[in-house]
Every structure is written in C-alpha cells, then in structure tokens.
C-alpha cells in the first residue's frame, strides 16, 4: 500500500465474526446507506442503529454528541452526505460544503471520542484533480486542480480523508476512507435536474416513453467518459474493507468499465423502451472529461465487483417502475 501504510493499525477487531456488534450506519435511507444496511442485513446483522434526519440532524454538533454518548455503537459506517449531480454542485456550493463538513466532522470526531472500533468514511471520485492520470491512482489526490462544477463538494471530502488519516496518526485510531465511483441502483435521488446522470436519464426516457414523446434532450456533448458501479456492489466493498482493510491510504471502489454519456444514453433508451431521438443540449457542463479509477489495490486484497451496467441498469429501472409513484 506504499510507504504511507507504515503508520497502518492492523484491526485486531474482526467486523463480521460480530453480527450482534452496535453499528451505525449514517445516512441509511440514501443510495448508499440503504444499499448497506439491505447488505447487512443479509450477512445477520442483528444491531444496526439508524437515525433518520428527522430523528437526528448530523449536521448539529451537540445532537450527534449527545446521541454517540448514549449509542455508543462500535462500528460506523459514514454513508450520510449532500450529494447531488454536476446542476446541483454548481447551483448549491455553500450547501455542498458546508453540510458535508458539518456532517462528516460531527460523526467521525464523535465516532472517535465515544470508543467506536472502527470507522469507514465514504467520498466520491471527484476528489480527485480535473486531468489527473487515467485510470487514477490513489496518490494522484492533491497533485492538480479540482474540476470547478464539484469543487466544493470534493473540498469536503478531502477534508474527510484527512481527518480520517489525522486520528489513525494521532490516536491510532481505526478510520478508513473508501472512494466510490459514480455510482446507481434502487433509492436513488430522481429529481429531474439536480440527480446524476443516471437516475436523470431514467425519468426522463420512461416519461418519455409513457407520453409518447418524439424526443429526449440529454444534456452536454455526451462525449465525457464515466465509470459507473452499481451500489450493492459498493456495498459489498464496504464489508469487505470494514473486516480486511486497516490502511492509512483511502482506496477507489470502481467497477473499472467506463462508458460515454452517448453510449449511456443510448443503453438506458434501450433499457427503458424509448423509441425516440436523443437531442444534446451543448448550453449544460459536461463536466470533467474523463474519471476512470485505479482501483487495483482493493482488488489486490481480494475484492472484485459482479454487477455489469446492463444488469444493473435493468435491475434499477425494474426497482423504478415498482417504486415510481413514491
Ligand atoms: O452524473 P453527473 O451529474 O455527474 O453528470 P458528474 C455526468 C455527465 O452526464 C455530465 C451528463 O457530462 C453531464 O453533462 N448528463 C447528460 C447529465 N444528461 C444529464 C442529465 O440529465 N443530468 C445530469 N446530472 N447529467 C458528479 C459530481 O459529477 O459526480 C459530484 O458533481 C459527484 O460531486 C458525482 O462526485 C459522483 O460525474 O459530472
């Protein structure tokens, strides 16, 4: 794992020989959190600790205090966050920072000071720089400029990783950081401008297709290359770092298949039924051009993701169909 890893605490705590261990997953209603705690629940995880928002607001200093002091759970995994697609980042850049910190700072500094085990942290490519080396590497982070569309958003979880790495060196304290690609599935957020491409492209082809429509604008140039996973991958990496990964270095979680936007589009017409035309608008950001990850390290520990895009694409737009109306 390189020379960093000398400052590695190997995790003498073995997180799925504990089914009835206390584990908080934050954020378990999103696209990911939920996708880990269905993961959880398959493997007999019988104490997992949920909060929804309106039950506790991470954002609150004293409120995540008061709850880890009387939880104490001994595993958490930190899948709450603001996240958004490239309109989103663009349009809410105080909201996408400053939540993010708030978030991230309150639960991992909590997790720390109220005895939690083990902490993993989740993040985004696009921490990484706008031209960075392709596919990327872990230590291409901080090495160029950020892509300015998600510059807030990867700010913060930099930060994350940081402080992650900060108390494994002061406290030696067990906190990982995994960094997931563009990912998809069921629960994800399918707001007609402010989602990912994906669940955006969905909507916007079923409705299509239900109206009948000749046509499906989709926005940019559709030439930006994007590397996509589906989230009960993802959260099979989650398990699979919580019991073998206890490294100072955060580390990719990608599928390692890229495709264009065009090709996207042109699956996911072919997904949904659509019979139409694709027409680009050029007036919307394409983004950064290209973010394939280097996820050669997680695989070099064993890990390996299963679903292809077609499947997964199928399978989400099934979980759509069945869950449109809400
Ligand atoms: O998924 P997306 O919003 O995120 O956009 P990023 C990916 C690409 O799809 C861009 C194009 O080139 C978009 O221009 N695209 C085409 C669309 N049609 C649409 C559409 O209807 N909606 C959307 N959203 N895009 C995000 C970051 O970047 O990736 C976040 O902003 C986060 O911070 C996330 O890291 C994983 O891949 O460009």
């Not at 001994?74 to 989103?88: N, R, S, W």
């Not at 299509?208 to 590397?227: I, M, Y």
């Not at 959260?235 to 979680?253: P, W």
């Amino acid at each position: 794992m390189g020379s960093q890893d000398s400052n590695a605490v190997l995790s003498s705590n073995s997180f799925l020989a504990y089914k009835s261990a206390k584990v908080f997953v934050a954020g378990h209603r999103g696209l990911v959190g939920s996708a880990i705690v269905r993961k959880l629940t398959q493997l007999g995880f019988t104490n997992l600790i949920l909060r929804s928002h309106a039950e506790l607001d991470l954002t609150r200093q004293s409120d995540v205090e008061a709850f880890f002091a009387s939880e104490k759970p001994e595993f958490v995994i930190v899948a709450a966050a603001k996240v958004g697609g490239i309109h989103a980042n663009n349009t809410y850049p105080a909201d996408f920072i400053a939540i993010n910190l708030q978030i991230q700072t309150n639960v991992i500094d909590s997790a720390y000071r109220h005895g939690a085990k083990k902490l993993l942290f989740l993040g985004s490519s696009c921490i990484y720089p706008k031209f960075a080396p392709q596919p990327i590497p872990e230590d291409a982070l901080l090495t160029g400029p950020l892509e300015p569309t998600n510059e807030w958003y990867a700010i913060a979880k930099i930060a994350g990783i940081k402080m992650c790495q900060a108390y494994r060196i002061q406290y030696k304290w067990d906190a990982i950081s995994g960094m997931p690609t563009n990912l998809y599935g069921p629960n994800d957020n399918f707001h007609p401008e402010n989602s990912h491409v994906l669940p955006a492209l969905m909507r916007r082809f079923h409705e299509a297709k239900v109206k009948c429509a000749k046509e499906v604008v989709v926005w940019g140039t559709g030439s930006p290359l994007r590397e996509f996973l589906h989230v009960d991958d993802l959260a099979d990496a989650v398990v699979f770092m919580m019991e073998k990964y206890s490294g100072l270095e955060h580390l990719n979680v990608g599928s390692g298949k890229e495709v264009t936007i065009k090709e996207l589009a042109e699956l996911m017409k072919e997904v949904v039924g659509f019979e139409g035309d694709l027409v680009w608008d050029s007036t919307k950001p394409d983004g950064t051009p290209r973010k394939l990850m280097d996820s050669s390290k997680l695989a070099s520990l064993g890990w390996t993701p299963k679903v292809s895009l077609k499947d997964g694409l199928a399978d989400t737009y099934k979980w759509y169909l069945e869950n449109v109306k809400q």
